[in-house]
């Protein structure tokens, strides 16, 4: 009988310890699912603040409707050769028939192919269709850039004052574009601030791992993050 006794303990032991295990391995994935995402979103937070201090800008509109090249070097494209801030920039629509864009590093290409063209589609078609009464609106998503996810927010360039008038058609606006690029070297370093292993991004289906899908602006998945 004692020995039945002592049988019953230790499996209900193992069975408590494995059941704390588990609740443990569970709670610290879910803790890790939050800091993941709150800092994808922290980022795309900063993107689009970035965007706006940009975007809503009496001389910038000013200078970009004139198509001042000299001025949008000094004043939007410096800060992709810092890759501070934002390491991707596109300015197209309104005055300029073909879209201009900057790359981290890789200076400027006036055929836009920094940024790929369905990305600026994307954002110019959601802007023409969501923001004629709100021209301040800003639109955030995922695009792939050479297979690399790219976090872009996009807006009108605007004045910020009545010193300066604002078109009435919505297409005589200038768009600006600013990525933050989800490289590996970013992802790592997200890992190593957060304490999170190994977080990258897979084509794949991530099963039961941590994870978190990024999606264009169609909805559709791009792939995921997982770690």
């Known amino acids: 009988m004692m020995a039945v006794t002592v049988a019953v303990f230790l499996a ?3 069975w408590s ?3 704390l295990r588990l609740a443990m391995d569970t709670r610290a994935q879910n803790d890790s699912v939050r800091l993941v995402v709150s800092e994808i979103a922290a ?3 900063a ?21 001042d090249l000299h001025w949008i ?15 991707r920039l596109a300015i197209f629509d309104g005055p300029y028939n073909d879209p201009m864009s900057w790359g981290g590093g890789a200076g400027y290409a006036a055929n836009g192919e920094h940024v790929s063209r369905s990305a600026m589609t994307a ?11 709100d021209r301040t609106a800003i639109v955030s998503f995922y ?32 768009i600006s574009m600013m990525g933050r690029t989800l490289s590996p070297a970013r992802l790592s370093h997200i890992s190593e601030v957060l304490d999170v292993s190994d ?3 897979t084509t794949e289906d991530p099963g039961l791992q941590p994870h978190l899908v990024l999606r264009d602006l169609s909805g559709k998945g791009l792939g995921a993050l997982v770690w």
């Open 12 to 14: 209900t032991l193992l």
């Open 17 to 19: 310890i494995n059941s």
């Open 43 to 45: 980022l795309k937070t």
């Open 47 to 67: 993107n689009e603040v970035m965007n706006a201090d940009y975007n809503q800008w009496d001389e910038a509109f000013a200078r970009i409707s004139a198509q």
């Open 73 to 87: 070097g000094d004043n939007y494209s410096f800060g992709v050769t810092l890759e501070t801030s934002f390491d």
């Open 123 to 133: 954002a110019q078609r959601w802007l023409r269709e969501n923001a004629d009464d």
């Open 143 to 174: 695009a792939m850039e050479n297979g690399i996810p790219v976090i872009y927010s996009a807006s009108f360039i605007i004045p910020h004052t009545d010193a300066i008038a604002m078109p009435d058609r919505i297409d005589a606006l200038p």
């Open 199 to 201: 977080i990258r991004f």
